[in-house]
């Protein structure tokens, strides 16, 4: 039995995202009515200026006053996809006063204060959904959320971000540097006119922060994450990386801490071994690798930008808050139960590959090893210019010269599993060092 009475939807935006919502609502009101158990109507769009038009929103359905439209009092859902911290939060706030459930996209809002938002949702007796906020239109924190309800999340190491992922690739692919692969990404859309939130990884630490308070059931905001962009990393980054069978990505990487007293929650560029199956996304797209405990490894992948994808994932909430609203039931909320602190990033343990410009000369070697032996970092291979440096012949090649003229050698050491802290204390003793010219990349290792 369908139900009669329409169910009423505000939509706050109508940009790339909104708009399409806007469109499938109408063209596909049928399906989401045979879906949900009830019509569902598009009764109000508001937008910051009005006067234009908007392709498929009826003109009478656009205003300006959000505070009104979401403050109606008949309002079943609100469909926020303004982004930004205000006004969306107290918009949000407002529909949930006004026993309205809320579907959102705002990755920043929820980053910074999602424990309030579901406190404020929990209290009011409405859902606060918001698949599309990290990869777009993969089903990733439904998942989380309830498929891996009764399992233990040990790990979620993920590509958050198709624009960085695409410069990555295309760096990879064809050499280029960061400048150019920057352009073309640009050029051809991924890439916004200020890239500043992609590139310097705002946006993937505060996709982190939501994965990492889903899969660990604690608070995690966007402060407590670790972040790098990847405006410094270079050509020969690249290169070093294929010459040790690996790719460069910009990687989200949260892990509950193996005594499970604290999370840690961080975003930088690290080399990859090419057998993970991270290595092998390329172009815009995402993909989230997740490590439980009962269900073992699993990678979910798709675009996770776009306006059809992305809208995509907003419906797909919209759906379930509807049964919800139906069926007079909320889903289930974002369960903190746990208070793990988040450990800064000095004591997170992991591999580093470090590029040195030294002096040519004997000695050399043996001092670098002594600094990283002094700080308790252990040193897995040495390359020198490319090839690698075994045992035997250190030495010669390193410390020798072979036959190159002084002061051109480029040493990349790459070690075994330490501290943050130690790798950082390893550094600024290098950089002390008469024999080292420059640091020129440190790196870190992972999924091994």
Known sequence: MMRTRPLKVALLGCGVVGSEVARIMTTDAADLAARIGAPVELVGVAVRRAGRARAGVPEHLITTDAEALVNRGDIDVV??????????????????????????????????????????????????YYEAAVAGAIPLLRPLRESLAGDKVNRVLGIVNGTTN????????????????????????????????????????????????????????AADVYREGITEVTAADIASAKEMGCVVKLLAICERAADGESVTARVHPAMLPLSHPLASVREAYNAVFVEAEAAGRLMFYGPGAGGAPTASAVLGDLVA????????????????????????????????????????????????????????????????????????????????????????????????????????????????????????????????
């Not at 006004?98 to 007796?125: I, Q, R, T």
């Not at 050499?175 to 051809?188: D, F, I, K, P, Q």
């Not at 600094?371 to 291979?381: K, L, Q, R, W």
């Open 166 to 221: 695409f410069i990555m690739d295309k760096m990879d692919s064809t050499g280029a540097g960061y400048s150019e692969a920057l352009e073309e990404a640009t050029a051809l859309g991924y890439a916004e006119a200020d890239p500043t939130a992609d590139v310097e990884g705002f946006d993937a630490a505060a996709k982190a922060a939501i994965l990492a308070g889903i899969a660990f059931h604690t608070k995690v905001t």
């Open 321 to 448: 808050v509807c049964r919800n609203k139906v069926n007079g039931t909320t889903g289930p909320g974002d369960s903190v139960y746990t208070q793990l602190p988040a450990k800064p990033m000095d004591q997170v343990i992991t591999r580093y590959h470090v590029s040195l410009d030294v002096d040519d000369r004997a000695g050399v070697l043996a001092q670098v090893a002594s600094v990283f032996a002094e700080h308790g970092v252990s040193i897995d291979t040495v390359r020198q210019q490319g090839r690698s440096v075994g045992s035997g012949d250190e030495v010669a090649s390193v410390e020798g010269g072979g036959g190159r003229r002084a002061g051109d050698a480029s040493l990349v050491v790459v070690t075994h599993r330490a501290t943050d802290a130690a790798l950082s204390a390893t550094v600024d003793k290098l950089r002390a060092l008469d024999s080292v010219r420059d640091v020129a990349s440190i790196m870190r290792v992972e999924g091994e």
């Open 79 to 128: 469909i926020e996809v303004v982004g930004g911290i205000e006004p969306s939060k107290h918009l949000i706030l407002s529909a949930f006063a006004n026993g309205a459930s809320v579907v959102s996209a705002n990755k920043a809002l929820l980053a910074k204060d999602g424990a309030e938002l579901h406190a404020a949702a929990a209290a009011a007796g409405v859902d606060l």
